[in-house]
């Protein structure tokens, strides 16, 4: 869109006429950053020669929708405040901004529609990340994200299988689907979840590699299950975020599905997949939640044993029904706890990757590991980082968005490293 209205894209706000800021609020610390930033776009001086008497600086996303004209009052040297469902009105919002001046600050209340007609700009030519739902009917109780994303809207299945056809035309070889929980993709449109089919429409498109994010454990049906066995392109990773393995807390974040219904859900699908690699999203700290219940939290990570985990500290988000909630439990303890998760998370991970430590994998090379330009670095079907020496005669443009075998010979705890054999 900025492109379309002559913009183009520099390295370094020094060099920037316009700064747009696109933000999350899932977690206090984005908060803070957000606002420290703006802040500092005052005393950064014009480049020389820019044709505007000050920079423009936008907010958009989550925060804006949730804070919109409070940004501006707050910091009124910020020029456009827009939200989660007009992200289309953004250069109308800039250009009026430059000519006009003056505030312009636009957030609705939802949108009617699946912002699909947005122009789009991938990151790598062989990778595509596709939306197929967004918003959430969730309500977890700790969560902003219905607040500011709305209400669960999918798009239709011939919208997304046309989509992914036109990728797998150009070349995509990895497709991504999309949603804050795409299981129950189509419940808005068809009166009934619809993930699996979706899956295998896309599966249609001859995509070689096929990944989804993020599945909610109480929607996660035996039928998509089955497509782990099933479709060859499915990737073998699944994330499935818990947040806590205690029943009590569970219950209390409002996430509608048991401890004992995880880890029967984990069971399934290894039975189909025995080599899935699991990820998860876990919560330490929220109100009331005791030695006790983190402990079976720990236990139940201990159990399922991840390749991955990502690990947070709650964070009180106003609005939220759990802000309301008493909690008297010392930040030391809560600091404790996570750290001793942390430290059972890297071992796991670590030992996770060692089922891996002679195994010969299938990597999409993405480039150069940052540390050493003679290393290519991609990802194997487990989504695990893996390097190796580029082989000798080629190099890494020619190897980037292509596939290559690697036979592993060490295996730690982020990544695995071996050689191209083919
Ligand atoms: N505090 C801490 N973590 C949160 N998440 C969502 N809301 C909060 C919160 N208030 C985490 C959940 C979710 C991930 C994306 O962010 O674990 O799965
Ligand atoms: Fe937030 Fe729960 Fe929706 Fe995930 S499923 S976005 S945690 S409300």
Redesign the pocket.
Known sequence: MLEALGAYSVDSVEAADVVVFMTCC??EAADVRLYGQVASMKNIPLREGTPLSKRIVAVGGCIGQRDGQELVDKMPHLDVVFGTHNLASLPTLLTEAVQKGGHRVQVLESSTEFPTDLPTQREHEWAAWLPITIGCNNF?S????PYVRGREKSRTIEDITEEAQRYVDAGVTEITLLGQNVNSYGRDLYGEPRFAQILKAVAGTGVKRLRFA?SHPKDLSDEVIALFGELPCLMPALHL?V?SGSNRILKEMNRRYTREHYLELIRKVREVRPDIALST???VGFPGETEEDFQQTYDLVKEVGYGQV?T??????EG?P?AKMEDDTPREVIQERFDRLVELVQAQAYEQNQKDADATVEVLVEGTSKRDANLLVGKSPKNQTVHAPIPEGRTIDELAGTYVSVKVDTARTWYLSGTVVD
């Open positions: 899932v977690r977890c700790y969560c902003i994200v993020t975020p947040q999203d876990i919560i990502f947070f500290i709650y964070s009180k988000r939220t759990a």
